[in-house]
């Protein structure tokens, strides 16, 4: 059987909403490096957000950042980071117009200051005054909130990899799209929840097709052999890019109709039965 290499987004994808991988997804991760296939994640997540849960299923390698860098076998094959002006100039925008928003590092996920209380409202509901919804926290916390670093006295990083803001009452996406033009990519968030004028503001002329490219070619692995799977925006260039594309039945119509192949739902074993057609376990 000839190698493949199997790029995998991650939320919507290998992850559901709750932050779970379904049985099935983590079968078909193993089964098809266990044939010999090499599968890398080629997510929009920086490191700190690659939870242990996720990481164990074992892969190859990691595209992060939505390309912003690669790692094959634990080796750094290139890093964009964001220009230290153009943080200052992102975190100072966000909190003059009260955004909630948090910077995306390898080394962790920094947390603006009422980002949290945001984030509870949207995951667990109203937990001040909800007792239900505060027994929900308690019970079932979300790794994504666990893993946010508050309190930090001042955002200006220089380990920057990307930033994601919530969806604002008064701001609309456009707007924000129109104050970076030039500075950073920005593109509407693939996690539902954080609303449908939430995005991400990656560094410009960087994308998921830019780095599968570098990762390939650095692997000797020809693009005719090479699987994209995803469900968002910032999945086109990877579909487009790699010899086959699949969207996730779940995936947003843009990405459906570029993509080679659709599959099932990710709750329905999308990964799973598209690995099986395709022959990969």
């Not at 094959?77 to 590092?105: Q, R, T």
């Not at 239900?132 to 955002?155: C, D, M, S, T, Y």
């Amino acid at each position: 059987m000839e190698q493949k290499v199997i790029f995998l987004d991650v939320d919507g994808t290998l992850v559901l909403d709750d932050g779970s991988v379904p049985d099935s997804a983590r079968t078909a991760c193993i089964e098809a490096r266990k044939n010999g296939h090499l599968i890398f994640l080629c997510t929009g997540r920086s490191k700190a957000e690659l939870y242990d849960f996720i990481m164990e299923i074992g892969f190859d390698g990691i595209i992060g950042a939505g390309g912003g860098f690669a790692e094959i076998g634990g080796e750094m094959l290139y890093h964009h980071k964001v220009a230290d002006e153009d943080v200052i100039h992102m975190v100072d925008y966000f909190n003059a117009h009260d955004i909630d928003f948090y910077l995306e590092s390898n080394g962790g996920l920094y947390a603006s200051r009422n980002l949290i209380p945001h984030l509870d409202r949207l995951i667990y509901g109203d937990v001040e005054n909800d007792s239900f919804a505060r027994l929900k926290k308690e019970q079932q916390p979300h790794p994504f909130i666990e893993g946010l670093i508050v309190g930090e006295a001042n955002l200006y990083r220089s380990d920057v990899n990307k930033a994601c803001f919530l969806e604002s009452a008064t701001v609309p996406f456009e707007h924000i799209k129109r104050e970076f033009e030039g500075k950073f990519e920005v593109i509407q968030c693939t996690v539902p929840m954080f609303g449908k004028d939430s995005g991400e503001l990656m560094v410009p002329d960087i994308h998921k097709a830019v780095a599968i490219e570098k990762v390939i070619t650095h692997l000797g692995i020809p693009r005719e052999n090479t699987f994209g799977f995803g469900d968002g925006l910032n999945d086109i260039e990877m579909l487009e890019y790699c010899g086959i594309g699949v969207a996730m039945g779940n995936a947003r119509p843009q990405l459906k109709d570029i993509a080679d192949d659709v599959t099932d739902d990710i709750q329905e074993n999308g990964l799973y039965n598209s690995f099986k057609k395709h022959k990969l376990i």
